[in-house]
């Protein structure tokens, strides 16, 4: 099993980093592709188990960067795993 996470799984038999949140993420998809394909070439599925809400409340003032924050450790991961398993799924 790998993980592609903003951090290492301890459970988990390859971990692949999303690298630093800071950096645009379509700077970050080679080095994260190189990672992938070092696990395996092919896979029969992916999971995405990213979700939740960790936004806080809608009156915050901190409310867009939680937002972005919430972007980075959910919808990035999802989008990841859905582009990394059409690219190297089995056919």
């Known amino acids: 099993m ?3 996470d903003i951090r290492a ?3 988990a ?3 692949i980093l999303l690298g630093d949140t800071s950096i645009k993420l379509q700077d970050r998809i080679p ?6 394909e070092s696990f395996s070439k092919n896979y029969d599925s992916i999971f995405c188990v990213a979700g939740g809400w960790s ?3 809608i009156e915050d003032p901190k409310i867009f960067s ?3 924050h919430m972007h980075q450790i959910h919808v990035v ?3 990841l795993s859905m582009m ?3 690219k190297r799924k089995r056919e």
Request: hydrophobic share 30%; net charge negative; aromatic share 14%.
């Open 2 to 4: 790998a993980s592609l």
């Open 9 to 11: 799984n301890s459970q």
């Open 13 to 15: 038999h390859h971990n």
């Open 31 to 36: 080095k994260i592709y190189t990672d992938v």
């Open 55 to 57: 936004g806080g409340s």
């Open 66 to 68: 939680q937002l972005e």
């Open 77 to 79: 991961p999802s989008f």
């Open 84 to 86: 990394n398993f059409f």
